[in-house]
């Protein structure tokens, strides 16, 4: 059975940082491209983040310079790390494991912004 658990979230002051986990089990994620996704209030699910599995990130163009993404095939783990965090920033962030062959969620980790 998969199991992707997010955490790390949180308040936060704009401005202020903080580092997401994506803590993965039942696959290797040596296999996946693993990605982040927020959902907004009253908005759809976006990308913020992916990474392949040969290393290749691609950001969503608002948080290019704040955040970065990266894993740790050896510990099945991915991570995102926001720094300069905006009130528009806050979301659910959701972490994805896909390949050709399934795609896998997690259940999202509350991000808050604000003052």
């Known amino acids: 059975q998969v199991q992707i658990v997010e955490s790390g979230g949180g308040l936060v002051q704009p401005g202020g940082s903080l580092r997401l986990s994506c803590a993965v089990s039942g696959i290797s994620i040596s296999q996946y491209s693993m990605g982040w996704y927020r959902q907004r209030p009253g908005q759809r699910r976006e990308m913020v983040a992916t990474?392949?599995?040969?290393?290749?990130?691609i950001y969503i163009y608002v948080v290019k310079g704040r955040f970065t993404i990266s894993r740790d095939n050896a510990n099945n783990t991915a991570f995102l790390q926001m720094n300069s965090l905006k009130p528009e920033d806050t979301a659910v962030y959701f972490c994805r494991a896909e390949n050709y062959l399934a795609t896998h969620w997690g259940q999202g980790t509350q991000v808050t912004v604000s003052s």
């Open positions: 990474i392949t599995s040969g290393g290749s990130t």
